[in-house]
């Protein structure tokens, strides 16, 4: 996750909630990607800052750091030597395939910096450094990870070397892609100049009450089936967030309010937000006043990852021939 500030209920939801479960299933590495935070420049004022804030969210969430390691990508060496070597393995033309960069950069690709554009080797890097097995993904980061992929049969043909494996994706729960509150053809974004389009993990229970009382709705009633769902987008996400905090499956939820006003169902859905997020707003403050904390936890974190990354880079140093 970029430490590009204000956490927001999609990140929770879409992220880090999947990734506290993952932690009971593998030994997970959290990486806060500060480096990749640096292609957009007004990510960078406030860098330090942001790091510990994305380090109290996994914290308060549940993420353990005594069985996972959580750090920042800029503290370990190995992500951007790496970077550099699977560079010179990567075919421009598949750089030119990748969606993610179009849309960011947009009409203005001439002056985007180089970063944007070869951020997905970086990612791969990532991913590869650690020889991982499984990554999480969502749906804007599938193309990025099947690149990751193709890096590493890149560098294995050419050095007729089985170094690197194939890495999985780990596809995350379609229930919790979370949309604006504003417009439910959007994702709920950080960037979105409307505070009132998100709710960030944060905010207080007045504030959370507010944004949701104010969610786009529309003038027809709550719907009569997920089928309806399919052409109103904001009820559709307003149905999914209820669904994926409760864990009760939308066809419920649907035959739970189907006689009842929209007043009745947001009251409700602020109660289960208001319920989620302010057990993980309480813990972040409380771990956002201890600095020395969660610096200690980022150190503690770049020294067992750099334990792998040292070790796997002195092999690819030798299967390269590098002068020892």
């Not at 804007?140 to 990870?145: A, C, F, R, S």
């Amino acid at each position: 996750m970029q430490p590009t500030g204000n956490l927001h209920l999609g990140n929770y939801l879409g992220a880090i909630k999947n990734w506290v479960e993952l932690q009971k299933k593998f030994s997970c590495i959290f990486c806060i990607v500060d480096l990749h935070a640096l292609t957009v420049p007004s990510n960078c004022k406030e860098i330090k800052k942001n790091t510990l804030e994305v380090t109290a969210a996994y914290l308060a969430s549940g993420i353990n750091p005594d069985n996972q390691i959580i750090f920042s990508q800029s503290s370990v060496y190995g992500h951007s030597d790496l970077a550099w070597i699977l560079s010179c393995h990567t075919p421009i033309g598949w750089l030119n395939r990748m969606t993610q960069f179009k849309d960011k950069a947009g009409k203005n690709k001439e002056k985007a910096p180089l970063g944007l554009y070869s951020y997905p080797v970086l990612m791969a890097a990532d991913i590869l450094l650690y020889k991982a097995t499984h990554v999480p993904v969502g749906d804007d980061q599938k193309q990025h990870l099947e690149l990751s992929r193709d890096i590493s049969q890149s560098f294995n043909r050419y050095y007729e070397n089985e170094f690197f494996p194939l890495p999985e994706p780990i596809i995350l729960e379609s229930g919790a892609r979370v949309m604006s509150l504003k417009d439910g053809e959007n994702k709920m974004s950080k960037s979105d100049p409307s505070d009132n389009s998100r709710i960030n993990l944060q905010d207080s229970s007045d504030l959370i009450y507010k944004k949701i009382q104010k969610s786009k709705t529309d003038s027809d009633p709550f719907p009569t089936s997920v089928v309806n769902l399919n052409d109103r987008p904001e009820i559709s996400n307003l149905v999914g967030i209820y669904s994926t905090i409760s864990k009760i499956p939308i066809e419920k939820v649907i035959d739970m309010y189907l006689e009842k006003s929209f007043s009745v169902f947001k009251k409700d859905l602020y109660e289960i937000v208001n319920n989620e997020i302010s057990v993980v707003s309480d813990k972040m403050n409380r771990l956002l006043d201890d600095e020395t904390y969660l610096s200690k936890i980022l150190r503690n974190g770049a020294e067992k990852a750099s334990v792998i990354t040292e070790r796997n880079l002195k092999e690819i140093r030798e299967i390269i021939g590098f002068f020892k």
